[in-house]
């Protein structure tokens, strides 16, 4: 190391012991040490006095050129490490606050076992160094290991820490976090450097001193926040499964490594060639394992069954089999989902759905996952059905090729023989029925199924059932509501037909006295004729839908009242006609007469033969107005505003409650409305609104198609 760098370094280890001396006397200051005090503050204390220490030893060798006090300082910073180590794991194990429970601390007993091997490990490097002993291979070699491991294993805890504090406490932990997490990713990477080349860099080095000199503001910021630093840490199964994953992954770069010096070390010329190819395996190798399925399940499994009294943190599953279930795109999927869901909860790699049809008592295959398709339909009241339904069990093969006395008189189908991978079968059941049953393939992993998964099992069948039995009554209320939508169309054209049958049967009827008539035959060809094409018009619409045949056009109401004032005449009817304007209106002819001479004819039918009925027509600003007003025996207002213009309600014995509906929809849709005015014993005014269409007189051409 040159005077420059050696100089640097020692600026840089007097800014660290200050630093920290400064945040010894702070610590004082709080009162860290007075009596009674916790075991958190009594660590801390003492990793910020050793790291004050290692900083002045550090100094005084390099001022001095004191080879030991260099090593008395390494050792200094090895024993800060394990201060930090004790911190750490009084924190997350809840010491102070007491309010963890068994399994949770029960959790944590890997740390320490870890923390003191670790330290165990650097002592020995540290001393081997120390007299230059080389019998358990190069003690500068392993002194670099053990550097590189005490920051890895800080990383650990402090993402640990970082991910099971609660969210109102995580404010006062982020600061210490953020500065521990600093100064071990700077020797992390100081010293993963050193351990693939070999050697220190001399730049990177003259600076570590500074670099945690930094790292003092954070961890002084967490001191003065809160003095139990923090409450109710809860160590959950994801952060013990990626702690783990980071520590195996870090041990295995450090294993990598290691073979990698070897390697290049005896390899001669080829030394370094090797090392590099062993290298990049090696990373390989572990991004292979990192997106493995089977070794995520093993890890997953060790974790659970090793490190926690129950083997699922149960909010983190349910919150994922919740998702899968409703992540899906079309009721189609939704099998597939369940599949899915409860595949995950153990780790199995497939699986299949039956599910009960509705046409006749058998369970067919419906949904599948990574598992063959089978035709094969399994009757409801065959043996497996009947056990799962009154015991509501789930059947472990296994199990029962082991020990079949366990279930009773249970027998298997055969089919369920063919399949080879099956493992569990899952009831699915809505209150005391089972609408189907879900076969999981065999677990990437050796897994025991004990009453935890039973439970669990069961328990998420029964959702996934309520899913399921949801999605059936959505489709069946679809198919009610189609055939709904069909019966309504199909009443609209039963009315239509009753009004096209009562012109005909009328006709008929005066066929008989004027049928040599040749006005009467005349008329009579005229009606057939407009009947015809009423039914035609009907056939279009039934094919093409609710919406009339055609486009939209400018139509003469003047021409529409009077057929309608010629129509009531031959029915031996009159209706008192008042034109005041000459208007139209933009929509479909035919439809139009329809609904006019309907609300004509429900005059008449609400009126006496002595009774009057009128039609007057005009126009009100920029609108057609057409009022047919009769004597008739009206209506209540509640009748009006609650059920007239509601598809089958009628005042009528024979009526269908269908035209006033019909009229009071498509004259909406022109954008127009009807105002209805009526009064018991009295008589019904009813007021039709329309857009108004202007019509040229001078042209010859009394209607324009609309553009």
């Not at 220490?53 to 080879?67: D, E, I, K, P």
């Not at 670099?144 to 993402?159: D, G, K, R």
């Not at 063959?372 to 399994?378: D, G, I, L, N, R």
């Not at 035209?659 to 409305?673: C, N, R, T």
Request: charged share 20%; net charge positive; with cysteine.
């Amino acid at each position: 190391m040159d005077i420059g760098n050696t100089s640097l370094n020692s600026w840089s280890y007097a800014l660290v012991t200050v630093s920290y001396f400064g945040l010894v006397l702070r610590l004082l200051q709080l009162g860290y040490l007075r009596k009674p005090t916790s075991s958190s503050k009594t660590a801390v204390f003492a990793a910020v006095a050793f790291c004050s220490l290692w900083g002045t030893l550090q100094l005084t060798g390099l001022v001095w050129s004191q080879r030991a006090l260099l090593q008395w300082g390494e050792l200094a910073d090895l024993f800060r490490y394990g201060c930090w180590f004790v911190f750490l794991q009084l924190l997350l194990r809840g010491r102070d606050a007491g309010n963890l429970s068994t399994s949770a601390t029960a959790s944590m007993g890997w740390i320490q076992p870890v923390t003191l091997v670790l330290l165990a490990f650097g002592v020995a490097a540290r001393g081997l160094a120390a007299f230059d002993n080389s019998r358990f291979g190069d003690p500068a070699r392993l002194v670099l290991f053990s550097s590189m491991a005490l920051p890895m294993f800080t990383l650990v805890l402090v993402e640990q820490l970082f991910r099971n504090v609660s969210e109102d406490s995580r404010w006062n932990v982020k600061p210490l976090c953020l500065g521990l997490a600093g100064a071990a990713l700077f020797d992390v990477y100081l010293y993963s450097q050193a351990v693939l080349f070999n050697r220190l860099d001399g730049d990177a080095a003259s600076i570590r001193g500074a670099v945690h000199a930094l790292m003092v503001p954070f961890i002084l910021l967490a001191t003065t926040r809160r003095s139990d630093w923090i409450s109710k840490i809860q160590v959950s199964r994801k952060a013990a499964f990626h702690s783990a994953t980071l520590l195996i992954a870090g041990l295995y770069l450090i294993f990598v490594s290691a073979v990698g010096y070897y390697v290049r070390y005896f390899g001669g010329e080829y030394g370094r060639a090797l090392q590099l190819g062993l290298v990049f395996f090696g990373l390989v190798l572990l991004i292979v394992l990192a997106v493995s399925g089977t070794v995520r399940a093993k890890l997953r499994v060790f974790l659970g069954k090793h490190f926690f009294r129950y083997r699922y943190d149960y909010r983190e599953e349910w919150l994922r089999f919740t998702y899968t279930l409703s992540n899906q795109n079309s009721p189609q999927e939704m099998g597939q989902q369940v599949v899915r869901g409860l595949a995950d909860l153990l780790e199995s790699p497939a699986g299949g759905l039956w599910m009960k049809s509705r046409v006749e008592a058998t369970f067919s295959q419906t949904a599948r996952w990574n598992m063959a398709q089978t035709e094969v339909k399994e009757e409801a009241n065959s043996a497996l059905c009947q056990f799962m339904v009154s015991s509501g069990w789930v059947i472990n093969l296994e199990e029962y090729r082991s020990f079949p006395r366990r279930y009773g008189q249970l027998s298997l189908p055969a089919w369920l023989h063919g399949i080879a991978q099956a493992w569990l079968i899952v009831p699915l059941n809505v209150g005391e029925e089972m609408i189907g049953f879900v076969v999981l393939a065999r677990a990437r992993t050796r897994l025991e199924v004990n009453w935890e998964v039973n439970d669990l099992l069961k328990t998420a069948g029964r959702q996934a059932a309520s899913f399921l039995a949801q999605m059936q009554a959505t489709e069946a209320l679809l198919e009610v509501r189609k055939f709904d939508a069909f019966n309504r169309m199909s009443a609209f054209v039963v009315h239509d037909l009753k009004n096209i049958v009562t012109q005909l049967s009328l006709m008929m009827k005066n066929a008989q006295r004027h049928s040599q008539n040749p006005e009467f035959q005349k008329d009579m060809l005229l009606t057939v004729e407009n009947s015809l094409e009423r039914m035609r018009q009907l056939m279009l619409q039934l094919r093409e839908g609710a919406t009339p045949p055609g486009t939209a056009v400018g139509v003469d109401l003047c021409e529409i009242v009077a057929r309608i004032e010629k129509v009531a005449l031959g029915r031996g009817r009159t209706l008192e006609v008042e034109i005041h304007h000459r208007v139209g209106t933009r929509g479909h002819e035919e439809r139009l007469e329809r609904i006019i001479g309907h609300v004509v004819q429900n005059a008449f039918d609400a009126t006496v033969s002595t009774g009057r009925v009128q039609l007057a027509l005009g126009r009100q600003g920029g609108q057609a107005r057409l009022e047919v007003t009769d004597t008739g025996h009206g209506m209540t207002q509640a009748f009006i505003r609650d059920r007239l213009f509601k598809p089958f309600q009628t005042t009528k014995q024979a009526g269908m409650g269908i035209g006033a509906y019909e009229s009071f929809q498509y004259v909406q849709e022109l954008g127009g409305k009807i105002e209805v005015d009526s009064e018991l014993n009295k008589g019904t005014k009813v007021t039709i609104l329309l857009p108004l269409f202007e019509i040229q007189k001078e042209s010859d051409l009394h209607v324009l198609e609309a553009q």
